[in-house]
């Protein structure tokens, strides 16, 4: 994908010196630092290079954390998925899923545990409900359980009766002769006095050896395992391979229902900016689901929930539309919104950005009569297989981006669940494994995450001459529109030159920032 087109931006707060904010995480009153600026077009290039250096959109407004005096500091947070790795409780949640779409119901146990975390930001949390693998482990105790006693019943203490065994029960003594008890103790003591007793010959010599059954068994494994083909055994060893290592996330993901089952769930990925024929159809559907998880989930007043509103954070977009060739399995770069409709309903809805080099979850809503489901979770995880069919597209496109991570926010601490994860380094944007990173984060909220001292961010040495503006529908260098002034504005200089290290290089050579 090759994309040559400017951004244009218009920076706001250029200081972080500005006023403060209320924090959402730590409800401070003005604690929240960030630099800001609307964007009124971006590139999807220019973009994927602000959100690695610590941006992030919500609708065209581009934020980004002032992390050394924010109250609570916001590390963006990516995800391999390449070499993603699913944890018990994510496979818990897919497999809540698929069989709920086969039976048509899941384990009271089980929504109950689901229902009581599905609040705010813990509805995107996997829940801790037994699964099917904690149920398996039961019924193999019970199992042994039943083994056990059957065995107490058969073997008692010497002299033990059974209750229905007949007093007069007979035994089998040498041979084939059958005696009474009385007899058999008569006769014992007789040889013994008489010393008549007979030597036995031991082994028979011309019969094999006895063998345990054990041992047997394994004889024939063995035999059998001789006449095996080569090619069988290396069937046998892949099998065997497959199995110990489990199900991926696309085995859960592609794996077909039965042609009988109780509901059935189509994932749609239609572009809301600008919006195509699909995403208008199903506006209204859309919008009053999110008006219905803001009021629920959130305790949003219905005033602030407005049409208006809601277009405006997460159906207007700065990203500029770049599509694929007609019949690409790729839909494209820019934004979207994956529409989950189950039985026809409209049930959650994933707001993404597909960008060259990841895709980036925007916000993520659903209803909450399926919180049980633990969709926020189940979202995450199709995201994240869908980032991976892209990447047998696109190569270079690797990643998925979950955005901001905060460690002093329990509720934020979900999205290092998904691993393997890195964050970002805030002063050389760099990205680390996040179980370096956190030992860090528990002794300061805000840390340098890379260790090597001597590296320095090389995209925040820039000059005055590397900034491209837009003044009077012209494109121009900064100096060229400087010296057009008829008097230089130093405060203007320092402005710009703090907005051109905050977006970088690259980013302030190929993006204009307006002036009047």
């Known amino acids: 994908m090759e994309d040559d087109d400017y951004s244009t931006v218009e920076i706001f707060d250029g200081s972080s010196d500005a006023e403060g904010h209320k924090c959402g995480y730590c409800k ?115 199992e042994r359980g039943s083994d056990d006693k059957k065995l107490n019943d058969s073997i008692r203490p010497i002299g033990e009766r059974s209750k229905d065994s007949p007093s007069t029960s007979l035994e089998c003594v040498g041979g084939n002769e059958r005696v009474a008890p009385k007899e058999r103790r008569e006769k014992r003591e007789k040889m013994t006095t008489d010393g008549n007793v007979k030597k036995g010959l031991g082994p028979n010599p011309d019969k094999p050896l006895c063998k345990k059954a054990k041992l047997i068994r394994m004889e024939r494994k063995l035999e059998k395992l001789a006449k095996t083909t080569e090619n069988d055994l290396e069937q046998t060893e892949t099998r065997s391979k497959r199995e110990t290592a489990g199900k991926t996330l696309r085995d859960y993901v592609v794996e077909p229902l039965p042609p009988n089952s109780a509901h059935t769930l189509e994932i749609r990925t239609v572009r809301c900016d600008p919006p195509s024929k699909e995403f208008l159809r199903s506006y209204n559907e859309t919008y009053k689901l999110y008006q219905k998880y803001q009021i629920t989930i959130h305790k949003d007043p219905p005033e602030r929930c407005v049409s208006a509103q809601f277009y405006r954070f997460l159906v207007t977009s700065p990203l500029e539309c770049v599509s694929e060739s007609p019949g690409s399995l790729h839909p494209g770069y820019g934004s979207f919104h994956q529409q989950y409709w189950l039985d026809g309903k409209l049930i959650a809805v994933g707001v993404i950005d597909i960008l060259p080099n990841c895709i980036s979850s925007v916000y993520f809503y659903y209803d909450p009569q399926y919180g049980f489901l633990s969709l926020g979770t189940y979202g995450a995880l199709r995201e994240i297989a869908f980032a991976q069919e892209l990447s047998n597209i696109s190569p270079e496109l690797r990643y998925y981006y979950m955005g901001f991570y905060i460690h002093n926010c329990i509720k934020m601490r979900y999205k290092g669940q998904f691993r393997p994860s890195f964050l970002l380094c805030p002063e050389i944007y760099t990205w680390h ?77 190929r993006t204009l920032l307006y002036r009047k």
Not at 63 to 79: F, L, V
Request: hydrophobic share 35%; charged share 30%; net charge positive.
């Open 433 to 509: 494994p996040i179980e370096r990173a956190i030992p860090k984060l528990e002794t300061s909220s805000y840390s340098r995450l890379e260790e090597r001292r001597n590296v320095e961010d090389e995209e925040s040495k820039v000059n005055l001459e590397d900034v491209m503006v837009l003044h009077r529908r012209t494109a121009l260098a900064y100096t060229v529109y400087t010296a057009l002034k008829l008097f230089r504005n130093t405060e203007e200089n320092g402005e710009v030159l703090e907005y051109a290290k905050l977006v970088g290089k690259k980013c302030a050579r």
């Open 28 to 142: 401070s009153a003005s604690g929240s630092l960030s630099y800001g600026m609307w964007a009124h077009s971006l590139t999807v290039r220019n973009y994927q290079d602000l959100i690695d250096r610590g941006w992030r959109r919500s609708g065209k407004y581009c934020y980004k954390p002032a992390m050394d005096k924010t109250c609570c500091p916001q590390y963006t947070i990516r995800c391999s998925v390449s070499d993603f790795k699913l944890k018990k409780s994510q496979k818990k949640v897919l497999r809540l899923m698929n069989r709920f779409l086969i039976y048509g119901n899941v384990l009271e146990s089980e929504k109950d545990s689901v229902e009581s975390r599905a609040t705010g930001e813990f509805a995107l949390k996997a829940n801790d409900c037994i699964d099917d693998e904690c149920i398996e482990r039961r019924a193999a105790i019970a």
